[in-house]
């Protein structure tokens, strides 16, 4: 993980979009990862029993890459 997304504060799950969870779309910006994407981060959060951590990614636009 870069410097500049351990630094950034993750959403809540909820505001994310499909793609963004799906890890298809950067976290910050919700452009296309196609390439040069980097680890941001997980997002924990619970309901209940279940346990709904997402791993997020972010593209070199918002990784400082």
Do not use: N, S, Y
Not at 20 to 37: M, N, S, T, Y
Not at 45 to 65: K, N, Q
Request: hydrophobic share 45%; proline share 6%.
């Amino acid at each position: 993980m870069t410097d500049m997304a351990a630094e950034r504060q993750l959403p809540a799950l909820v505001e994310l979009t499909w793609d963004q969870a799906a890890g298809r779309a950067c976290v910050w910006c919700k452009q296309p990862l196609d390439r040069g994407a980097v680890p941001a981060g997980v997002i924990q959060e619970r309901d209940g029993a279940h346990v709904l951590d997402t791993e997020v990614w972010a593209g070199p636009c918002c990784a400082g890459g």
